[in-house]
């Protein structure tokens, strides 16, 4: 069983920076995939980076590449999303997940999830 809880959403104005943190406890492997994915209202949840536990790879969503950058801390157990230059389009519910299988980007193939947090961009 692993536990996932996400922190440092709130309402920033276009343009600005916000850090998103994962902590997590439980069961975890180094080839795991440590994922973020986003919801906004209305629409499906989309993918956003992804990092292997080990850190040896990331990847990233078309539409936040360059202004993303997703990292972990080992000693914590903690996952990081820096978000710079936010936009009002990057609005959403945030969601870390957990994947036995690595880097994915499809949320079907993420085994534990967190609640989410709130990030909310205005214009």
């Known amino acids: 069983q692993v536990h996932l809880v996400e922190s440092g959403g709130g309402l920033v104005q276009a343009g600005d920076s916000l850090r998103l943190s994962c902590s997590a406890s439980g069961r975890t492997q180094s080839n795991y995939g440590m994922g973020w994915f986003r919801q906004a209202p209305g629409k499906e949840r989309e993918f956003v980076a992804v990092?292997?536990?080990?850190?040896?790879?990331?990847y990233y969503a078309d539409s936040v590449k360059g202004r993303f950058t997703i990292s972990r801390d080992n000693t914590k157990n903690t996952v990081y999303l820096q978000m710079y230059s936010l936009k009002p389009e990057d609005t959403a519910v945030y969601y870390c997940a957990q994947s036995r299988f690595g880097l994915r980007d499809t949320p079907d193939e993420y085994d534990y999830w967190g609640q989410g947090t709130q990030v909310t961009v205005s214009s």
């Open positions: 990092i292997r536990w080990s850190g040896s790879n990331t």
